[in-house]
């Protein structure tokens, strides 16, 4: 590389003699931390924060009416009707789910991979991926009709009813793969998150944020030996959580394949919803990373070389999802069963054919300009890059869906329309995301402050008298 | 940089306040390990290292053990292994149990307990059981939550969740004197050292907590004493239904009136015979109640039956009832099989199913050996003989006239009865008739003799009676 660059100001240069720095602009740890804690402690958020959340809350109460309209009339408000028992509702859902995969392969896989740039994003990520998970499991939850009884759904012994779920129904799979992915994403989530609440604590000023924080943060010190067990317990949650993330979608791709409609019965249903996951869930990142970094001043811990990265995973996974899409049609010629053969030329040029080529564009075609290195670096580029590619993930689901409207018999065939409600409660989705992510991103650390200054160039590049040996091998420490 | 706070007023630390450990600040992470390794050289056993993030080379330098945190998650993961397998073998496999039984569900010919099927769930199981250890045992093990620390009282030690690096002394350790250890301190390079008192404050609980506690503690005693209040009292009204299930629902009993879709005065009904459960269509079969076959149902060959004047169709219905045949032995007879039909084959289990059937439904007429020694039949004998009642003695099965009966004709008796003789046809299944059928040709075979055989054989050569 040229000589002239500064590595300490632009870490995108791939120079083999030097590690990349993560932290840009010689920052020591008060900065870091004055750099992050910044956001919270500003009297007030920048004046975007307040439209974005404004939209969000609107969003959220047309989420809210549908739902209590829902609840009052019944399922029969939805587009859902023979034979598309499942419309929007699990479109949403899978949607959702899918992009609730990054944060856990962020902080998870990554982890595990020894990936130290995860640290500027996990902790986003992480959030993004709560809160997709909310609203995914918000679909399903009230598609099932009657609600007071939800508790039907896990095995609760009933008064005198022998009635239980049958554990052989992929649905019922899905409960429990939501359910754990949830749960475990929050354990996660807050445990990752408790050292930096406590330097929230440590500066706090009003009384309410000395009570919230000095709760949230357990009364954590940075013990020497709190930190050793905590790093045990972040190594064995990491290990479980890379086998979950990638059962989660899994099972999920098994609610389709499991059953014998042409189109689903598919083997390759797994490992391409879990590419698809991937890919939708780092476009979901991208998107929410770019402008948040910009507004709250964070270009030096969210550097261009991050989000990079991101984008060439990007890529990678909408190769992964572009080859899957060309597998199912190969199969389902070399198969040579004749209605695995319509059910996918109907996809392309059938009912929904339009559907199908947003999808293509989207996933497979606009991704590929990640190839030149402008669009990788160029935050505008990326965002609307990533924008296509949710969108797309979006309509893979709805195309997949879709293959219930053409099944055996031409005379079961029909159409979906879905209703206003359907809409309605799509977008008031995106407003339940964003008003959590907003809220997240004013009042909790959205770095992992902690994290990253562990693997700041002031903690790696030590030049010191070294008396002790085991500061050497730094380099690939975490 | 610096970052500083107002913060309030240093705590009263009165002569009464124990001086419970040094606290020494060290500006980065290497100066702080450099700091650790000599404190453990110079003897010190209960000190800890405070920082910012985790520092590497800390846990040799201060002498930390490995944490049992894995082992633990292990054997709760193994556990919840195990408790996911039998709780779905048990839900779904199993129906026995009194209370809380299991439900055996037949789905799409699935076994009822297959490991594919259950893999996913036993493995999220696991993997969340195992977070819940690996999160709850952490803190655990960690002591945390402890919301009253001396150490947070230090203005100083705020700077541990920011920039600084702390080393604390404990006053506990042996090694440990207030002069000499502050002087060990400053040599390995310290930046500053403040004192770190016992926190009388701590001790003592805020009023509004206490009265709290008090309320909840005596709420907490109230469920209790609900419970011993209404336990075996009696209630005009029904029990409360918390759970309604699917106890209650809006739907028409059959044999009762349907919809009125009319005004109340002028009611009209949502079908015309106004019920509200609709007969079957006219030539419905219920399941099981084709009986096509006539050898297997009714005993005889196919096409034998004779057609009776005046019986018309009737005679050869459905059930097969032979209409006539209880009236008088005169009526022509169809030619009865004498055999038994393809459907069933007799084995050593039919005909133990048969003889138990036999015990069950002939043996209280007929007794043990077929000769009427039952005692329904006994009594009712004695009581025709003073006059009492009347009633024809049973039959004895080994009679020469039901010996030489064909098969299918026994078979017509137990179904459609004979003579005085009821029918069993409603009671018995075909099976069933055709298994006893099988015992009483089985009877016949032994050679036992009627008592008027054995009265005739008595009488002929008295000896050979005993």
Redesign the interface.
């Known amino acids: 590389m040229a000589a002239t660059v500064d590595f300490s100001l632009d870490n995108t240069h791939e120079d083999p003699s030097r590690r990349a720095d993560l932290v840009l602009g010689g920052m020591t740890y008060g900065d870091i931390t004055d750099n992050v804690a910044e956001i919270w402690e500003a009297g007030r958020p920048p004046k975007i924060w307040y439209v974005v959340f404004g939209t969000a809350v609107v969003l959220l109460s047309i989420l809210g009416v549908c739902l209590l309209h829902l609840f009052f009339m019944g399922v029969g408000v939805w587009g859902n009707n023979n034979p598309v028992y499942w419309g929007f509702p699990i479109v949403n859902f899978v949607f959702w789910v899918g992009i609730g995969h990054a944060g856990t392969l962020i902080s998870a896989i990554l982890f595990l991979f020894r990936q130290n740039w995860r640290t500027s994003i996990n902790r986003a990520a992480e959030a993004m991926t709560i809160f997709a998970v909310v609203c995914a499991g918000l679909f399903p939850g009230v598609h099932i009709g009657r609600l007071w009884v939800f508790y039907w759904l896990f095995p609760v012994p009933t008064e005198h009813l022998a009635m239980w779920p049958n554990f052989r129904s992929p649905l019922l799979w899905d409960v429990f793969a939501v359910g754990t992915y949830a749960t475990v994403s929050l354990l996660f989530w807050y445990m990752g998150m408790v050292p930096d609440i406590a330097t929230f604590r440590d500066r706090s000023k009003t009384k309410i944020q000395k009570f919230i924080y000095g709760l949230l943060s357990l009364g954590w010190t940075g013990s020497a030996r709190n930190w050793h067990r905590y790093e045990m317990a972040y190594t064995i949650l990491a290990a479980l959580a890379t086998p979950l993330v990638l059962s989660v979608h899994t099972i999920v791709s098994f609610d389709f394949a499991v059953s014998q409609l042409p189109g689903w019965h598919t083997t390759i249903f797994p490992p391409y919803f879990v590419a698809g996951a991937i890919f939708s869930g780092f476009a979901m990142v991208v998107t929410l990373l770019v402008p948040c970094r910009s507004l709250f001043k964070l270009e030096r811990l969210i550097t261009i070389r991050h989000l990079e990265n991101m984008n060439k995973i990007i890529m990678a996974t909408g190769l992964m999802v572009g080859t899957a899409y060309g597998i199912e049609f190969f199969i389902a010629w070399y198969g040579g069963v004749e209605y695995e053969k319509f059910a996918f030329i109907n996809r392309a040029f059938g009912n929904y054919g339009i559907s199908y080529w947003i999808m293509v564009t989207c996933n497979v075609f606009i991704p590929q300009l990640f190839w030149i290195r402008w669009f990788r670096t160029n935050l505008l580029a990326m965002v609307v890059i990533s924008i296509f590619v949710n969108i797309g993930m979006w309509f893979e689901r709805f195309v997949i869906l879709m293959s219930l409207t053409r099944d055996f018999l031409p005379s079961s065939w029909g159409n979906f329309y879905p209703s206003l409600v359907d809409i309605l409660m799509l977008i008031g989705s995106f407003g339940l995301f964003f008003t959590l992510f907003c809220l997240f991103c004013r009042y909790l650390p959205i770095i992992a402050i902690s994290e990253v200054k562990n693997v700041s160039p002031q903690t790696l590049h030590h030049h010191g008298h070294d008396e002790h040996e085991h500061h050497v091998e730094h380099g690939t420490a975490h | 940089?610096?970052?500083s706070?107002k913060h309030d007023t240093p705590v009263e630390t009165g002569p009464s306040s124990k001086l419970i450990s040094l606290v020494a600040q060290f500006d980065?992470?290497?100066s702080l390990?450099?700091a650790?390794?000599r404190a453990r050289e110079a003897g010190y056993k209960k000190m800890?290292?405070?920082?910012?993030?985790?520092?590497?080379?800390?846990?040799?330098?201060?002498g930390?053990r490995r944490?049992r945190?894995?082992f633990f998650?292990l054997a709760v993961g193994l556990g919840a292994c195990a408790f996911a397998l039998l709780?779905?073998y048990y839900?779904?496999a199993t129906?026995e149990s009194p209370i809380?039984?299991?439900?055996k569900?037949f789905?799409s010919g699935?076994p009822l307990f297959?490991l594919p099927?259950?893999i996913?769930?036993t493995?999220?199981?696991i993997?969340?059981s195992?977070?819940?250890a690996?999160?709850f045992?952490?803190?655990y093990?960690?002591g945390?939550?402890?919301?009253?620390?001396p150490?947070?009282r230090l203005p100083m030690f705020?700077?541990?969740?920011?920039?600084k690096f702390f080393l604390v002394l404990e006053a506990e350790d042996e090694k440990f004197s207030e002069s000499r250890s502050r002087q060990q301190l400053e040599e390995w390079g310290a930046k500053a050292i403040e004192e770190c008192h016992e926190d009388l404050t701590d001790q003592k609980i805020p009023n509004g907590f206490r009265l709290a506690g008090i309320v909840f503690l005596f709420a907490l005693l109230l469920p209790p004493a609900l419970i011993y209040r209404v336990s075996g009292m009696t209630y005009r009204q029904p029990r409360l239904h918390?759970?309604p299930?699917?106890d209650w629902q809006d739907r028409y009993n059959t044999q009762t009136r349907g919809p009125n879709i009319g005004t109340p005065e002028s009611p009209r009904y949502l079908f015309a015979d106004g019920r509200a459960m609709q007969r079957p269509v006219s030539g419905t079969i219920a399941r099981g109640d084709l009986t096509e076959s006539d050898e297997y149902f009714r005993g005889y060959k196919t096409g034998t039956l004779p057609v009776s004047e005046g019986a018309g169709p009737s005679a050869q219905d459905q059930d097969g009832q032979d209409q006539d045949g209880m009236a008088t032995g005169t009526t022509p007879e169809p030619e009865w099989v004498d055999g038994f039909p393809e459907e069933v084959v007799v084995n050593t289990d039919f005909l133990k199913r048969g003889k138990q059937r036999f015990e069950i439904y002939c043996v209280a007429c007929h007794g043990y050996d077929g000769n009427g020694e039952g005692l329904v039949n006994q009594r009712a004998v004695a009581l025709a003989a003073a006059g009492e009642a009347a009633w024809t003695a049973a039959k004895s099965l080994h009679d020469p006239a039901v010996k030489a009966q064909p098969i299918g004709r026994i078979f017509d008796t137990i179904s459609n009865g004979r003579a005085t003789m009821g029918p069993y046809k409603d009671q018995i299944p075909v099976k069933d008739r055709w298994a006893i059928t099988a015992y009483v040709r089985a009877l016949q075979a032994t050679g036992i003799r009627t008592p008027q055989e054995l009265a005739e054989a008595n009488s002929a050569t008295p000896e050979a009676g005993q």
């Not at chain 2, 800890?48 to 201060?62: C, N, R, T």
């Not at chain 2, 705020?158 to 920039?163: E, G, L, Y």
């Open positions: 940089m610096a970052h706070h980065d992470p290497h390990v450099a650790c390794d800890d290292a405070y920082s910012p993030f985790p520092v590497h080379g800390i846990d040799d330098a201060i930390i944490t945190l894995p998650v709780l779905q839900v779904n129906d809380f039984p299991g439900y569900f789905i699935k297959s099927a259950n996913p769930v493995f999220e199981i993997v969340l195992s977070a819940f690996t999160f045992g952490m803190w093990l960690n945390l939550p402890r919301f009253a620390n150490l947070h705020r700077r541990v969740t920011n920039d918390v759970v299930d699917m």
